[in-house]
Structures are given as structure tokens and as C-alpha cells.
């Protein structure tokens, strides 16, 4: 079965390399030797945050397990992750927005850095100090720099399209290679070196520092409102307001909690779903593959955004749908597969086809990021950035809490249809996205059809 996994590496390692190289100028916008610059300094700071984070995650439950921790206290541990992010993000993506986002980028360094600290006791209070640290880190990881970057780029007067450039590039590396290579990265220290599993979190925290370091002395500062008349609930207020009257705002928060929901929790599932009798998978390079299919969506995303058409709002039903099918396979092949009943051996054929899917899935995952990223930057109003695309994982924090705790009450099949209908649901709201982003462009270009002929209309004074 290795000749297998390292097939199906190959193959998309090669469909990768095929579609990076075959680029075409169609595929690629004309840009500036200054955006080029800005691009690049951006695509490493942020995959260098990316390679702080992927280092720990193989490791964290193993080294809690190492600890002497049971499964009941390691899901608490990891419910304090979530739960902090879900409690403090907000308050944190707020503070972003009115203190500066670059603050908030050196504030999530110092905060993970700290974190990675924590993993040198075995002591629970001090690892669960780390889990909140972590939650916090996290919701500025994901709102922070994606803020940080779409002011920065309007300031700078880059062409708006410029953006999808840097987040089609910023997932390939972040999401993609960086994962890969922080993975095999972490094995070394962990295994082939013999440093121990907290090794890749000390490491981590080196990547985070050297990352910080670029930031203070690269980045300029910008803000979403800084004024001093508004206070963090003047700030929620504007941001729910905003929520609250913008169908466009609402429906792109509850697509991406439906997606990102769906995500997280493949990611406690997968594991089980490939060897549910305990077969022998390897785990290292099954991720490998998982990250290298999200490389793949990645690639096919940045073409996707390059061209006029199919609109991002158009494609990403499809991208839903298509998600939403991979994650039911495991429910279909209990039915259609006979399971096997001996304990260890190889990944069984209803194994393989599921891991086909999964792979897919991740393909959906990386076309996902950036595309969402994009459509982020186009209806999110830049004074409560930060905020809102906070208030936006709070739902998707409660749901994975609620799924952490209660994992073992629901059989699997029940938890990956559940996700498949999330994401149908996610679907058909792209689908509700695109009409409603449609009209209000009909009524815009009308409207300002309408002023230019008034304007020629109006007689000239003399």
C-alpha cells in the first residue's frame, strides 16, 4: 500500500507542477515592480506566521498525551482553545482596527510565542493558559494580516485586482508548502533527531520571532477607525449594524461559518474515518498529500480570480457542492462497501475511495481561502474589518466547542452527513450571494448610466 500513497502523491505533486508551469499570460496580470515588492514581503512574513503555526499543530495532542493526559482532559484542553478565540476574538479584532493592525500582527507573534512557552510544563493550568494564549493568536492570524494587507494595498493605490494575486499566493505557500515542509520539518525534530515533541514548538516560536522582527521594521501602521469617539461596543455596534443591514455582509458570514465549521471538524474525523478498525495509515505523509491537494486548489484559484469570468461569487456554488459530496462519501461507502472486520493491515478499499474524496475535499479547501479573502475585500467595509470577520467565527467556534465535547455521543456517518448538508447549505446561500451581489451591480451601473446622461443633457452656462 506505500507504492499507493506514493502514487497518489506523485500524481499530485506532478498536476501541481503542470499547472504552475503552463500559466499563460492570460493567467497572469501585469503588475509593478513596487506591488511585486510589497507582495513578496507580505508572502513572507505571512509564511513564516504559517510555519509558527503548522509546526505545532502534528505535535499538540501527542505531547498532551505524552503529559499523561486522557482523552476527556485533552478535549478540554482543546475546547479552551476555541472557547478563547470565540470569547476574546472579537475584543482582540476590534482592538485591530482602532489601535492598527500591524500592532495587532507583533501582538499575535508575542502571543503565540508565549504559548509555545507554556508547552515546557506538564502542569494543566499552564497548558490551558496556553490553549486561551493560542485561541487568541489564532483569531488574529486569520483577521489581523488579511486586514493589515487590503488597507495597506488601497493606501498604496494598487490595482484593486492586484489582491487576488497575494492571496492565491499567500494560500500556495501558507496553506500549501509551508504545511508540507513544516510537517516533515517537525518529524525530523521530533523523531529522526530525537528533541522530544515540544522541539517543532520551540522552533515555532523561533519562525514567529524572525517574522516579528520583518514586521516591525518593514511594516507601516494602518487602521479601520481610529477615532477616539469610538469605544470597542461603539465598535460592535457598527460592526452588527453593518452585519444587520447588509444582506451581502450576512450571507458571506454564514458561508464561511458553514465552510469553516464543516473544515475543523474533518479534521477530528478524518483519522478515524480511514482506520476505523485501526489500520496502519501513515498519518505524516496522508497529511502531506491532504496539503498538497490544497495546493492544487490554490493553483486552480488564482486562475479562477485572474479572469473576468466566472465570477468568484459564480464558481464557489460549484466549489460548495462539490465539498459537500466529498464529505458524504463516507456515508455512501458504509452502505455500497462491505467493512472489514479484522483489526490492523493495510487502508481498505472503502478507505481508499473515502481518501480519493478527502483529497478533494482539500482541493475545495484551497480554492476556498483565497476566494473567500476575495470576496471579503469586496463587501466587508474597511473601519470594522478586523471586527466583523470576527464576529464571523463565533458561530463556527461554538459549533466546533459543541462538537469537541460531544463527539463521542454521535456515530461518524451522522457527523459527516451533517457537515455534507452544512455545506449544501453553504451552496445554495453562494448561490442566493451571487443574485443579490448581481442586483445591487445592475442598480449601480444603472444609476450611473442615468447620472452621465443627465450630465450630457444638462446645457452648458455661459
Not at 507573534?109 to 512557552?117: A, F, G, K, M, P
Request: aromatic share 14%.
Amino acid at each position: 500500500m506505500e507504492a499507493f500513497y506514493w502514487l497518489l502523491f506523485g500524481g499530485l505533486a506532478a498536476v501541481v507542477a503542470a499547472l504552475e508551469m503552463s500559466k499563460t499570460n492570460r493567467d497572469r496580470a501585469a503588475t509593478s515592480s513596487a506591488f511585486n515588492s510589497f507582495k513578496n514581503n507580505y508572502l513572507l512574513v505571512y509564511s513564516l506566521m504559517m510555519a509558527g503555526d503548522w509546526l505545532q499543530g502534528p505535535y499538540v495532542y501527542y505531547l498532551y498525551s505524552q503529559y499523561g493526559y486522557g482523552k476527556g482532559d485533552i478535549g478540554r484542553l482543546f475546547i479552551a482553545g476555541f472557547g478563547s478565540s470565540m470569547l476574546f476574538g472579537t475584543i482582540v479584532g476590534s482592538l485591530a482596527d482602532k489601535q492598527g493592525r500591524k500592532r495587532a500582527s507583533v501582538t499575535y507573534c508575542i502571543t503565540y510565542i508565549l504559548s509555545c512557552i507554556t508547552k515546557h510544563s506538564p502542569q494543566f493550568k499552564v497548558l490551558m493558559l496556553g490553549r486561551i494564549l493560542g485561541g487568541i493568536a489564532t483569531s488574529l492570524l486569520f483577521s489581523a494580516f488579511e486586514s493589515w494587507l487590503v488597507a495597506e494595498h488601497n493606501k498604496r493605490g494598487f490595482e484593486p485586482q492586484w489582491l487576488s494575486i497575494t492571496f492565491s499566493k499567500a494560500i500556495f505557500l501558507g496553506n500549501g508548502l509551508v504545511a508540507i515542509i513544516a510537517g516533515l520539518f517537525a518529524n525530523l525534530l521530533t523523531d529522526n533527531l530525537g528533541f522530544g515533541p515540544v522541539a517543532p514548538f520551540d522552533a515555532a516560536a523561533c519562525f514567529l520571532a524572525i517574522g516579528m522582527a520583518i514586521i516591525l521594521s518593514t511594516w507601516t501602521e494602518n487602521y479601520g477607525d481610529p477615532s477616539e469617539s469610538k469605544n470597542l461596543v461603539t465598535q460592535f455596534k457598527v460592526a452588527a449594524s453593518a452585519i444587520s443591514s447588509d444582506t451581502k455582509i450576512a450571507l458571506l458570514g454564514a458561508i464561511q461559518s458553514l465552510f469553516e465549521g464543516s473544515m475543523y471538524t474533518f479534521v477530528f474525523l478524518w483519522t478515524p474515518a480511514l482506520s476505523p478498525n485501526d489500520e496502519d495509515i501513515p498519518h505524516g505523509f496522508i497529511f502531506a498529500i491532504f496539503m498538497l491537494s490544497s495546493m492544487l486548489g490554490s493553483s486552480i484559484a488564482s486562475r479562477l480570480l485572474s479572469r473576468a469570468a466566472p465570477k468568484v461569487e459564480s464558481y464557489m456554488q460549484l466549489v460548495f457542492a462539490t465539498a459537500a459530496f466529498t464529505l458524504l462519501l463516507p456515508v455512501i461507502t458504509s452502505f455500497l462497501v462491505a467493512p472489514s472486520t479484522g483489526k490492523g493491515g493495510s487502508i481498505s478499499f472503502g478507505g481508499c475511495i473515502q481518501l480519493f474524496g478527502f483529497c478533494t475535499f482539500e482541493a475545495c479547501v484551497g480554492i476556498f481561502w483565497p476566494s473567500i479573502m476575495k470576496m471579503r475585500s469586496q463587501y466587508i467595509p474597511e473601519e470594522a474589518r478586523s471586527t466583523i470577520m470576527n464576529f464571523f467565527r463565533i458561530p463556527l467556534n461554538i459549533f466546533v466547542c459543541v462538537v469537541l465535547y460531544n463527539v463521542n455521543e454521535f456515530p461518524m456517518t451522522g457527523m459527516f452527513a451533517m457537515c455534507s448538508v452544512f455545506l449544501f447549505l453553504a451552496s445554495f446561500l453562494q448561490r442566493r450571494l451571487m443574485i443579490v451581489a448581481e442586483s445591487h451591480r445592475s442598480k449601480f451601473e444603472d444609476w450611473t448610466s442615468l447620472k452621465a446622461r443627465d450630465a450630457e443633457a444638462e446645457p452648458l452656462s455661459i
